[in-house]
C-alpha cells in the first residue's frame, strides 16, 4: 500500500522552529513536484511550498523567508519543510502531496496531515 506519512508537528511558540517530515512508503518520488500545503480551521487549503526533482523551489508569500522546502533525492523517499520563525498565523493542518511511483504506476497521494499549533 503506497502511503505517504507525515511527521514532526507540534506545539510552538512564537519565533520558535518545527521541522516537519513527509516519507513515502510502498513506492517512491515519481520526480515531479512535491509540495506541502495547510489548511486552518474555517479556511481553505492553500500551498506552503513546493520542489521540484532539481531542487527549485516556491513559497507562499507568507512563509518566504521562514520556511525551507527540501526532499532527498538520494532515497527518494521523504521530503521536509524546516519552520522558522513560527507566527501564530502559521497554526494549521500540514500536508503532504506528490506523485509517487510504484511498479510503473504513477498516482497522486495526500498524507493524513500533521497539526502545527504557534502559541503567542
Known amino acids: 500500500q503506497v502511503q505517504l506519512v507525515e511527521s514532526g508537528g507540534g506545539l510552538a511558540q512564537a519565533g520558535g522552529s518545527l521541522r516537519l517530515s513527509c516519507a513515502a512508503s510502498?513506492?517512491?518520488?515519481?520526480?515531479?513536484?512535491m509540495a506541502w500545503y495547510r489548511q486552518a480551521p474555517g479556511k481553505e487549503r492553500e500551498l506552503v511550498a513546493s520542489i521540484t526533482s532539481g531542487g527549485a523551489s516556491n513559497y507562499a508569500d507568507s512563509v518566504k523567508g521562514r520556511f525551507t522546502i527540501s526532499r532527498d533525492n538520494i532515497k527518494k523517499t521523504v521530503i521536509y519543510l524546516q519552520m522558522n520563525g513560527l507566527k501564530p498565523e502559521d497554526t494549521a493542518v500540514y500536508y503532504c502531496?506528490?506523485?509517487?511511483?510504484?511498479?510503473?504506476?504513477?498516482?497522486?497521494?495526500w498524507g493524513q496531515g500533521t497539526q502545527v499549533t504557534v502559541s503567542s
Open positions: 502531496n506528490g506523485d509517487i511511483m510504484r511498479g510503473g504506476w504513477t498516482s497522486n497521494y
Open positions: 510502498g513506492g517512491y518520488f515519481s520526480g515531479n513536484l
